[in-house]
């Protein structure tokens, strides 16, 4: 049996899912939001619930692959742009412990953490905010242009690393 759906029961479903996650997320405190779920997001997610912290997630199209594994570890979604003041607040960002903003995109990634620098107000510099950026170089002109404390580029986070597998060492 196939079972379709029309394009408008899908984004009924949608809706109805981004709405559980941001109630949900709307009621915590003390947690830590990923802005992203993609394989680094997700991954992410894993780790601070291995740590036993609560996490939040606003992403405005995860993969419903990533979607599942963060639900299975008992973490709200939020499904908007988190650039948007209520994205924002719908994922409790004002009681929050800590932001890692993880999206694919260094400018939309730049965008969401000055949107929540703005939302955090007199409280920015006691909620951390991590901004992955894949340019090295950029990377250091956001953190110094921008007074981001935590910019930091995957590709010199990593660099170190591939350099030590070539040369044997571990």
Request: charged content about 20%.
């Amino acid at each position: 049996v196939v079972v379709s759906h029309s394009p408008s029961t899908l984004r009924a479903k949608r809706r109805i899912a981004a709405s559980f996650g941001s109630q949900r997320a709307g009621t915590m405190r003390n947690h830590y939001i990923v802005v992203g779920l993609g394989g680094v997001g997700v991954r992410v997610v894993e780790q601070l619930r291995d740590e036993g912290k609560r996490v939040a997630v606003i992403d405005n199209d995860p993969s419903p692959r990533n979607v599942s594994r963060a639900r299975a570890l008992g973490v709200p979604v939020v499904v908007a742009d988190a650039t948007d003041p209520e994205a924002l607040s719908a994922a409790s960002l004002n009681a929050a412990a800590g932001v890692a903003v993880l999206t694919g995109s260094d400018l939309a990634n730049i965008e969401t953490g000055l949107a929540i620098r703005s939302e955090l107000a007199d409280k920015r510099d006691s909620v951390p905010t991590v901004l992955r950026l894949f340019d090295r170089h950029l990377s250091t002109t956001v953190r110094q242009a921008f007074g981001f404390r935590d910019v930091r580029s995957t590709a010199a986070l990593a660099a170190p690393w591939f350099v030590a597998a070539s040369l044997g060492l571990k």
